[in-house]
């Protein structure tokens, strides 16, 4: 009897130590593409290439100081008017809006009316130009999928080599506490299910554009 509950014991044994080298089980990144395992500089710049490849549009501005503007430019170039939804997260609150007067800002979840909103990204993977955003009570997820033009501030920090980076850094960030959803955004919303015609706004935001912010505030 004694043996057979070693013998059972050991198997058990053996398979809990196969299964914390599972990569299935293992969170610890495995197969890492080489692409975005390059120098933060050259980051930043394939996640420009990348995320303009997908029809994205950006801008890269000095500090939070300058968003207003750069914002104030997206929105003129587009002739859309100088009103935004915004969600009420620590980066949104710290752009230093009052500096620009010509814009008005709307906190809250989206509405039916609202034609651009401003979001702040959580991180965002260089490889594909992807944005990782998290929902919360001050970062409604409406703002991201309901207006025609979504604009992102992106702090350039804020930018990692690959998809697995990004989920590294929500597991140390949350722990357990993690948000009801983590959106990804690769470029505007898109179809090419008619005549294989790409039709760009078909199912959320015609318009993506990202921020880059090079100061890097927590």
Do not use: C
């Amino acid at each position: 009897m004694t043996s057979a509950r070693e013998e059972i014991l050991g198997n058990i044994r053996r398979v809990l130590k196969d299964r914390a080298a599972d990569p299935v089980q293992d969170n610890r990144a495995q197969v890492v593409p080489a692409r975005g395992q390059i120098p933060h500089a050259d980051q930043i710049a394939l996640f420009i290439k990348e995320a303009e490849r997908v029809n994205a549009t950006t801008a890269r501005v000095g500090d939070l100081a300058d968003v207003p503007e750069a914002i104030a430019t997206f929105l003129a170039a587009n002739n859309l008017p100088s009103k935004v939804r915004t969600g009420r997260d620590e980066l949104i609150r710290a752009i230093p809006w009052s500096d620009h007067s010509a814009i008005t800002v709307n906190e809250g979840v989206a509405r039916p009316t609202d034609q651009a909103s401003v979001t702040s990204a959580f991180a965002a993977a260089a490889e594909t130009g992807s944005l990782a955003l998290i929902s919360g009570p001050d970062s409604p997820t409406s703002l991201n999928y309901l207006p025609d033009n979504h604009i992102v501030v992106l702090q350039t920090g804020q930018i990692v080599g690959s998809y697995e980076e990004v989920w590294q850094r929500l597991r140390e960030k949350m722990g357990e506490d993690w948000p009801r959803a983590v959106n990804w955004i690769t470029g505007p919303s898109r179809t090419a299910d008619i005549e294989q015609e790409l039709l760009l706004g078909a199912h959320g935001p015609r318009r993506l554009h990202v921020v880059l912010v090079d100061e890097e505030t927590e």
